[in-house]
């Protein structure tokens, strides 16, 4: 489980520094008059505003899964073993076909 924590630590932290860049672009490009920069800039502003809200509810989604996924583990442990024993075999079945 730390290890996953550890990658959505990591993930989390390339998404910020992507749209930390992206906002520097449109930063840099303030100054600049022409108008295909001025649209692109300001596409990329729109997109960089629905980019923050969708990650937002996305991270809420997946941190609430992951709670209840949690939770169940802790309920039925025999349930969590079997289920991934059971999914483990039918891998390695659908692997070892030819």
């Not at 939770?71 to 024993?85: D, N, R, V």
């Amino acid at each position: 489980m730390a290890t996953g924590q550890n990658n959505m630590k990591l993930m989390e932290k390339e998404m910020h520094n992507m749209m930390e860049h992206a906002q520097a672009l449109i930063d840099a490009t303030s100054d600049e008059v022409d108008d295909h920069i001025k649209s692109a800039r300001s596409a990329l502003r729109e997109r960089l505003e629905s980019a923050r809200k969708e990650y937002g509810e996305i991270e809420g989604k997946v941190l609430a899964k992951a709670q209840s996924a949690d939770a169940f583990i802790h309920e039925k442990p025999y349930y969590a073993i079997g289920g991934s024993f059971i999914v483990g075999l039918l891998f390695g079945w659908a692997l070892s076909r030819k």
